[in-house]
């Protein structure tokens, strides 16, 4: 599915100095790495402030926490996403509310929020799922009429640029009081480990989640809040600065892969390729096809069959989740995003994809329907 060491050879060097830099240091918490990776971050996304945290997951409780939520609270979320997005809220004590989710985009629009709103919520989670952005302008429009918080989970979509309608360009997650990210390896901007960022433009805000990510300290040993430990370590920073130089790069291969898929799979009727979102760049943290008339599972043996591997992300809608059963809130009927489980499939997709495997990977799909017909 990603070729983590064929990208690392094609700037081994520059990522080796970057690792040795910190081992002759030695300063690995909080080494200057650190500082200069959440500048540069800040720099490329455009926000004011970027706070680097140890993973996506605690960059989202993080900015939970920020927002000063209380007990029973209800916070928004797509039913069709990774659990991260809605675990936080209940260890937080609060209530995920689960929406259904478009069927052409995957993703939660501003209709499914209206319809999941009670006098209880405080806040939406927004999930640009595969690395396609959802329509934020919507989204943020009823957060605003309903005094809603609004928390981007960008961690599949880093480095997506959205055009808004006053033509302004907005990097995805830099919409909501907070954009939330991971670095997990296989991400889009991914360290050799474990690491994440959130990030505001709001002083406040910022100030809240620095203190909170560092056991709610204001200054050494004077504690105001009650925080958390979640720290980016020096190695993974020197990485990812290394690795954000090429973020763009990144990009522009995964959509030339991307491009090939749909060139060659767009007219097979069984299939349906991902829609690019009319406002703005797909970042293909995934290529999800969704697969019709019940085939999808025999597509993915089929493919393993020939050695090439394929994912189903997501094979349950959150609320069928054991761990929601008792603490969260079904908004609407879940139809779009259980017919979703079924139907996705995502196929192999990084910056090392060669000519040659995009190839053998059309030809095995057109193979299978071609013999299914
Ligand atoms: C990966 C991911 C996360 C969590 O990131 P971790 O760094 O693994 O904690 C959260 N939300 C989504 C949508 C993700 O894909």
Do not use: W
Not at 118 to 134: D, F, M, N, Q
Not at 251 to 269: C, E, F, G, N
């Amino acid at each position: 599915m990603v070729d983590l060491k064929g990208q690392y050879y094609r700037d081994k060097e520059s990522f080796d100095r970057a690792i040795a830099d910190v081992l002759d240091s030695s300063a690995f918490i909080n080494g200057p790495q650190v500082k200069e990776f959440a500048d540069a971050l800040a720099g490329y996304l455009g926000v004011k402030h970027v706070i680097t945290c140890a993973n996506g997951t605690d960059a989202l409780q993080i900015a939970l926490m920020a927002l000063g939520l209380q007990r029973g609270d209800e916070v928004i979320v797509p039913s069709f996403t990774y659990i991260a997005s809605a675990e936080v809220i209940s260890l937080l004590g609060l209530t995920p509310v689960m929406t259904d989710v478009d069927a052409e985009s995957f993703e939660i629009t501003a209709a499914n929020i209206e319809k999941a709103i009670s006098p209880k919520t405080k806040a939406i989670i927004p999930v640009h799922l595969y690395g396609r952005c959802c329509d934020m302008e919507a989204i943020m429009q009823v957060a605003r009429r309903e005094n809603l918080f609004v928390i981007e989970d960008n961690a599949q979509s880093i480095g997506g640029r959205i055009t808004c309608s006053d033509s302004r360009v907005v990097s995805a997650g830099c919409f909501g009081d907070f954009g939330c990210t991971s670095f997990f390896p296989s991400k889009n901007l991914g360290c050799y480990g474990d690491g994440g960022a959130l990030y505001t433009d709001n002083d406040e805000l910022a100030r809240k989640a620095a203190m909170i990510a560092n056991h709610g300290q204001q200054k050494k040993y004077v504690h105001t809040v009650t925080g958390c430990n979640s720290r980016l370590d020096s190695i993974q920073a020197a990485v990812l600065n290394v690795k954000l130089r090429h973020l763009d790069e990144y990009i522009q291969r995964r959509r030339h892969a991307a491009s090939y898929y749909d060139r060659h799979l767009s007219d097979i009727p069984q299939i349906i390729i991902p829609k690019e979102s009319p406002s703005g760049s797909h970042v293909y943290h995934q290529y999800t096809l969704r697969v019709l008339e019940d085939m999808r599972d025999s597509l993915k043996e089929y493919l393993a069959s020939k050695g090439i591997p394929s994912m189903v992300y997501y094979p349950l809608t959150l609320d069928r989740q054991e761990a929601f059963a008792s603490v969260s809130r079904v908004a609407e009927p879940l139809d779009n995003a259980s017919m979703l489980c079924r139907q996705v499939l995502s196929l192999p997709m990084h910056t090392e994809l060669s000519e040659e495997e995009l190839e053998y990977i059309v030809s095995a799909i057109k193979d299978f329907f071609n013999g299914k017909r």
